[in-house]
């Protein structure tokens, strides 16, 4: 039996500084004022049924009818994280250029504009998961290591710490690993 | 490390300064690219043939204040900040002064939009980059010969992604711009695209961003996945945003750092001139004191020093 092959992609939603907003001002003072710019929280309204609308709607533009019947049909978002704004696809193997391409295009959710980075593209859910994990874990190492001469540390440190435990394949010891590394 | 050789400056003339809402948006534009990976990043001040350059005031010839912008982003180390130059021709007789220019900018680019011009810069002009208005239509078509010699010559060609970006139609509907207008300038993004690919055989390609603002970042991994499935050679992507300008770089700051491209001063023994300008002083090109060492500073002179003495 040959089973169907599927790519999963690791991406995760970046928040740039706005024109005029205050964020504009502070944004480019050090690297942890960016870092904690872009890696923000999303808002309750992204959910992965409208990450997966939009991404449809963004393959029907570029890719036209053909694309919208070969790669949008078997995409699905597997996981998405609102705390950590990280999400996983899933969708067929040969389809893969075509949706990382409108992924890459996406620039608005929900009248919010956004920049989606894909980090990682694998044959496994398992190996997003691990790489994520590894990436979350650089992000608070680094954080943590520009912070500490300054005590106002973001509630996103808090909520990334959280949010990194994936929930994908019931993996729970990875919150103790990452509490671990901090301290 | 990753090159993103085009991040214009706010201001195409040289009777206006930036504001500073202007260049806080650069700023963070930098900074933007700079957290997606890129190391090396060149601000692109872009003119038109007919601004006249003020040829005999060297000083001014360079109005982007790459010191002050170095010391604002002092708080990130790895990144590096070069200037390039962008002309735009039509007419290639009315090109003058090119080599007081090149003195002043890291990278040197033409924007030919004849033919005729395009021809000029592969044969005659010492440049680094040619870089074409991908959002309108070529007024001519490119043919392999052309861009192949240019490609031998060691000039490279640029991609800029920013005309994609720049709002997306049926996602976002822009009030400012109609949407007719926006799809066109995809349309042909694309169709110039397909048109530089075929010709330079995906050789001598760079890729950059253009980015006005924070939001048209890009992943480059991700650009150049959108890029494969237009055709662009898989086994060749990867060197469009890390050998390709790199070699641009070194070869626009080999023209100011060497004697006749071939012989460079460098007394750093564990960094690399080219791609590092962290001790840069600021009219580097005329002034070679920095890169010149008293004996005292090595040990081998020191060692000489000594033995002639006795």
Redesign the interface.
């Known amino acids: 039996m040959v089973r169907i092959k599927h790519r999963y992609i690791l991406f995760e939603v970046l928040y740039p500084p706005t024109k005029s907003g205050e964020d504009s001002e502070t944004f480019s003072n050090s690297q942890v004022d960016a870092l904690l710019t872009l890696h923000q929280s999303s808002p309750s309204t992204i959910n992965g049924k409208l990450i997966v609308s939009i991404l449809r709607k963004s393959i029907q533009t570029y890719y036209g009818d053909q694309g919208a019947g070969t790669a949008a049909v078997s995409t699905i978002v597997k996981y998405w994280s609102n705390k950590t704004s990280t999400g996983i696809i899933r969708c067929d193997r040969s389809a893969v250029q075509m949706v990382v391409g409108a992924l890459t295009l996406i620039d608005k959710l929900d009248n919010q504009n956004i920049i989606i980075r894909c980090t990682h593209i694998s044959g496994t859910i398992h190996k997003c998961e691990e790489y994520s994990i590894r990436k979350s874990k650089e992000l608070i190492r680094l954080i943590n290591k520009q912070t500490s001469k300054q005590k106002n540390v973001s509630n996103f440190l808090q909520s990334l710490q959280e949010g990194t435990n994936i929930n994908v394949s019931d993996k729970d010891d990875d919150d103790d690993d990452i509490q671990g590394d901090d301290e | 490390m990753l090159y993103d050789l085009n991040v214009p400056w706010p201001v195409n003339n040289y009777h206006t300064k930036p504001n500073q809402?202007e260049l806080?948006?650069l700023?963070?534009t930098?900074?933007?690219l700079?957290?997606?990976g890129y190391t090396h990043i060149a601000i692109n001040f872009q003119i038109n043939e007919s601004i006249k350059v003020p040829l005999n005031q060297t000083q001014l010839i360079n109005p982007i204040d790459i010191d002050l912008l170095k010391l604002?982003?002092s708080?990130?180390p790895s990144l590096k900040l070069f200037t390039r130059i962008t002309i735009v021709i039509y007419d290639p007789a009315k090109l003058q002064g090119l080599t007081k220019i090149q003195s002043q900018f890291d990278i040197l680019a033409i924007q030919p939009l004849t033919e005729k011009a395009l021809q000029m810069c592969v044969t005659n002009l010492d440049i680094d980059l040619i870089s074409f208005n991908l959002g309108s239509k070529l007024a001519f078509y490119l043919k392999h010969k052309t861009i192949g010699s240019a490609v031998d010559k060691g000039i490279k060609f640029e991609i800029c992604y920013n005309h994609?970006?720049s709002?997306?139609?049926?996602?976002?509907n822009s009030a400012t711009n109609p949407v007719e207008n926006l799809a066109f300038v995809k349309k042909n993004f694309f169709n110039n695209v397909l048109q530089l690919i075929r010709s330079s055989r995906s050789k001598g390609i760079i890729i950059s961003s253009g980015a006005n603002?924070?939001?048209q970042?890009?992943?480059s991994?991700?650009?150049l996945?959108?890029l494969?499935?237009l055709g662009l050679d898989q086994s060749r992507a990867k060197g469009c945003i890390t050998v390709n300008p790199e070699r641009v770089l070194v070869n626009g700051r080999l023209r100011i750092k060497s004697f006749k491209q071939t012989i460079l001063v460098d007394n750093s023994s564990s960094s690399n001139t080219l791609t590092n300008n962290d001790k840069e002083d600021p009219n580097k090109k005329s002034d070679a004191n920095v890169y010149k060492k008293r004996l005292d500073d090595s040990s081998s002179g020191r060692l000489l020093k000594k033995q002639r003495k006795n």
């Not at chain 2, 709002?167 to 976002?172: D, F, K, L, M, W």
Request: glycine share 6%; no cysteine; net charge positive.
């Open positions: 809402n806080n948006n700023k963070n930098i900074v933007t700079h957290t997606l604002e982003l708080k990130f994609l970006i709002g997306s139609i049926g996602i976002t603002l924070p939001l970042a890009r992943n991994e991700d650009i996945i959108l494969k499935t």
